[in-house]
């Protein structure tokens, strides 16, 4: 019955025109490794970087793949693991989510590339924006972490009411009953926990 109430709320799917009236904002905050890579994958080192990177820029016709990491591109392309992408699709085209990445690796990437490697596997229109970093100090000698970029994103966007955190790492248990710990990548039991976590008021 939740999910029957939650489902309702949804606004319209992409690329539709949009509805007048208002619909409630839901957001996945999304971490890459422990979720959607797992840490013991690591196909990437048998093949050729270069080539592979080369190919992508050509078949998307797009040469900023060029200045992207080979490391990153074949990690998302051979090691992000395809059950786990297959949840995260479900969860996202259900509630037509937006995807902010809090990952490690908005540290090194900006937006504009970490869309591309989510095109991908076709994910890129669902991620709209990151957190603030997490690493380092802020300027009053304060430690950053993913606590805390989570929390102050929360605080500049008051629209979002429905979310879910997703993360391997236990120490965003702080951040209540919106975070659902990943078992080191998305399995099933893992997805009907992010739904219903999506669906709380």
Same mark, same amino acid.
């Given at each position: 019955m939740i999910l029957r109430k939650c489902y309702a709320l949804k606004r319209k799917k992409r690329g539709e025109?949009?509805?007048k009236t208002p619909?409630? +904002?839901f957001v996945l905050f999304l971490d890459i490794d422990g979720v959607l890579q797992p840490l013991w994958a690591h196909d990437r080192s048998e093949y050729d970087l270069d080539a592979l990177r080369e190919t992508i820029a050509e078949h998307f016709n797009d040469p900023g793949y060029l200045k992207i990491d080979k490391w990153d591109i074949a990690a998302v392309f051979y090691d992000w693991d395809f059950i786990s992408i297959g949840y995260l699709k479900r969860l996202l085209l259900f509630f037509d989510a937006d995807i902010v990445l809090h990952s490690s690796w908005i540290n090194?990437?900006?937006?504009?590339n970490l869309k591309r490697?989510? +095109?991908l596997h076709q994910l890129d229109d669902y991620l709209v924006d990151v957190t603030e970093s997490n690493f380092g100090q802020d300027e009053d000698g304060t430690y950053r972490s993913k606590v805390t970029a989570i929390t102050r994103y929360l605080e500049a966007h008051k629209d979002i009411k429905r979310y879910a955190i997703i993360d391997d790492d236990r120490s965003l248990e702080k951040l209540g009953d919106r975070f659902v710990r990943s078992p080191g990548k998305i399995d099933k039991e893992t997805y009907?926990?992010?739904r219903e976590t999506m669906c709380k008021e």
């Open positions: 025109e949009a509805d619909k409630e +904002r090194y990437n900006n937006l504009e490697l989510f +095109r009907l926990k992010l």
